[in-house]
């Protein structure tokens, strides 16, 4: 079903302070003839009276402003006990692909049925908040810790309160995390506990090793290197069927040891790192063309293959995004062929006339099985690696530079539109006719635009550099309104988009209304606030912050909600490890005023698709 586009007011947090108003009438001298006393006593008593009423008037304005800033507590949401089917059998035959299986193929999977509506205020009701109901405890284990408190409704000293509140928020969960499912591939945030739907690897602690380490939490971060150094055995890896996605393994666990070890040092990282490389390049013998399947085993006789439902097809998005990872192991290993053999794929892979790639590659022959066209799932990230990779070397390689911006200008050409009411986004095209859809994915691509046109050769006054400036920063504002116009300050999986007429130009599926903790807004927020220092996108993520806060916090953690219409939406039992890897960590980023030096996108890192920065390979 489709919501009208609401018309209520934006909320944004204000980041005034209001002064502390003077309730002293000014005192003036008397002139130079004496009073009698008894017009002094007058005076007196009317000057006093005065003084009084003003203060009562004064204090009441200030109390009356206090409480429309939202001085009272939000109330908390009330907690869902009920176990959800949390769809753990992904990862076998399907490859669990939330990021490369279309959208149809993540609803049959999980079955999540979910809708949209507006941000609505809770914090400024004049209201007393319900009392929250009690927790539901396991007998069998220990109350969990109380959660942080709410995030403050206004900024003070900068962002970094706004920082502060993103850090305590990962304290709390990764802290439960590590009670609740030490080792595990997830915590389940309704039933407290832990499970492994990708076979075992502790993927969340492996996905969250950096962003502990930038957000400073030293013993967390100490802790899993501990726990990785006794534990981590990818020989014991067992998913459904034995065999794990490539994509999804390389991005998460082997781009969270790289990231990490770039950044600490850790040699215990780079020594496993190294290992389930080794084993993910076994995917790279697929084929005579030397195009990767998409998923192989990591113990035993490796067997790569691509999954049943795919056709036999590799898919584009996870043939193309596995380069910025084992460029940056030939780097640290001194082994040329993991570069050489991951980047085989640009050149065996070859674009249609507007320099855009259909999605399922044959892998026999580097040609396509399909006419679907899409930045979203299963096209997206191969794109981003064009960029990054040329970013990555030091931008240098000007062949990979040359195919960016020729699918760039593929994607103005074919698949960029309008709607009547002025919003940017970008359309899939299907078998030549464009689907005016677009998933929540494709909202990496603002931030992607922006940094191919400050990093562009011929310079960001270039009309190509503006060009793809203009689409970024309108494609984010896109992006933000997904998010403002639902009940729940939330976005959907994807959103179909009117061109005219009635009904609004942003409409939510009635297929696909869930939101599941996905990070590429706020991707592109954090990288357009580092570029063109506008701080709206602070406030925009504060937007989201507080949502997420409000509408997918449990007692343990956090889940995706089935209906962004849904103000009574109450949490899945997943949380997915790039929760913490990607939206926690760019939150905290686009908050943290110090993050230019810790993570620099236009002069020294290079973010791989799961947020890992990793040092350009050229300034080793």
Known sequence: MNSPKSNSPKSNSPSSNYSSLNTTPNNRKGGG??????????????????????????????????????????????????EIDDGSSLVAEVVAEDRTHDTQGIRDEWDIKSGVGRVEEIHNSNSPPPPPPPPVISPSLPPPPPPPPPPPTTKKNGNAQYANAVKESMKWVFGNYKKYAWGKDELRPNTKDG??????????????????FLMGLKDEFNESIQWITQNLDFNKVSPGDGYVSVFETTIRSLGGMLSAYDMSGEEILKTKAIDLGDRLFKAFDCSGRGIPCGQVRLNGNPQPKNAGWTGGSSLLAEIGTLQVEFRYLSKIT??????????????????????????????????????????????DSYYEYLLKCWIQGGMKEDNIRAMYDKSMNGVHKRLIQHTDGGLLFIADLNNGRLDLKMDHLVCFMGGLLVLGAYTDPQGLESDRAQRDL?????????????????STGLA???????????????????????????????????????????????????????????????????????DVRNVNAKPDNRMESFFLAETMKYLYLLFDEESESKVNVLTMHVFNTEAHPMRRIDLF
Not at 55 to 77: D, F, T, V
Not at 359 to 376: E, M, P, R
């Open 470 to 486: 203009k689409a970024g920063i309108a494609l984010t504002e896109t992006c933000y309104e997904m998010y403002h116009r639902q």
């Open 195 to 212: 499970h492994d739907p990708w076979g075992g690897m502790a993927v969340t602690m492996v996905d969250s090793l950096d962003t502990l």
């Open 492 to 562: 959907p999986e994807y959103a179909r988009f009117n061109k005219g007429g009635a009904g609004g130009d942003i409409q939510v599926p009635g297929d696909a209304p869930h939101y599941i903790l996905r990070p590429e807004t706020v991707e592109s927020f954090f990288i357009l606030h580092q570029l063109t220092k506008d701080e709206k996108y602070v406030e925009w993520g504060w937007e989201v912050f507080n949502a997420i806060e409000r509408h997918c916090k449990t007692e343990v953690g956090f889940g995706g909600i089935r």
């Open 33 to 82: 003839k004496k009073r009698s006393s008894r017009f002094s006593l007058i005076g007196f008593a009317v000057l006093f009276i005065g003084t009084f009423t003003f203060g009562i008037i004064a204090g009441h304005e200030i109390a009356s402003k206090a409480s429309l800033r939202g001085a009272q507590p939000q109330p908390s949401l009330s907690r869902l006990t009920k």
């Open 334 to 379: 001194g082994n040329d062929e993991y570069k050489k053999k991951a980047g085989n794929v640009f050149d065996v892979v070859k674009p249609n006339g507007d320099g855009l790639y259909p999605i399922y590659v044959n892998s026999n022959t580097g040609g396509f099985n399909n006419d679907k066209i899409t930045l979203g799932a299963m096209g």
